[in-house]
């Protein structure tokens, strides 16, 4: 290597010593966004309802969980599929609207019956792709997996109950 080589060396590794700076500015930019938004779980699934729910009451659960670090109040909570929104006041271990504070969770509650004949009357029948929303103060809105529902599954439970 000759001494005129030396400066063009230089400038190399300026420029790779630069690039790499830039993108660790980015980056560390880019965690300290994330960490101020909301980091929000929700789920559904079927399941019992808990006491004092009457013990024969199947229902879909709604669980929402903060794993963030940011409080978020929570205003709005609806079931959703194709062309079919009901937002509602549900049953759950929380009332609506209310804060979730991080680390902490709260779980709701609809009887899968009565979702089914809502469905039903709207002319939805056999099985849907259900989802669950839950809207915060911001209009952020944080959306389960889709949950294959059978409606018309359901629907017989509801009537065989009233039968019984």
């Not at 190399?12 to 966004?33: D, K």
């Not at 659960?61 to 978020?72: F, H, M, Q, S």
């Not at 062309?83 to 009887?111: C, H, S």
């Amino acid at each position: 290597m000759s001494p005129a080589d030396i400066p063009l060396l230089a400038q190399l590794i300026a420029a790779i010593v630069g690039v790499a700076s830039l993108i660790l500015s980015a980056y560390s930019l880019y965690l300290r966004r994330k960490e101020k938004q909301p980091n929000i779980r929700v789920s559904i699934k079927m399941g019992w309802a808990p006491p004092p729910t009457p013990l024969d009451a199947f229902v879909v659960l709604a669980i929402i969980g903060n794993v963030g670090e940011k409080k978020v109040v929570i205003t709005s909570f609806s079931f959703r599929c194709k062309n079919y929104e009901r937002v509602f006041q549900p049953q759950g271990t929380e009332q609506i609207p209310f804060e979730l504070d991080p680390g902490k969770g709260a779980t709701f509650w609809m009887p899968s019956s009565d979702l089914a004949t809502d469905l039903k009357q709207k002319g939805f029948g056999g099985e849907v792709k259900l989802k669950v929303c839950f809207e915060d103060a911001v209009r952020n809105k944080y959306w389960s997996k889709d949950y294959k529902f059978d409606i018309d599954e359901r629907w017989r439970t509801r009537i065989q109950w009233k039968i019984e």
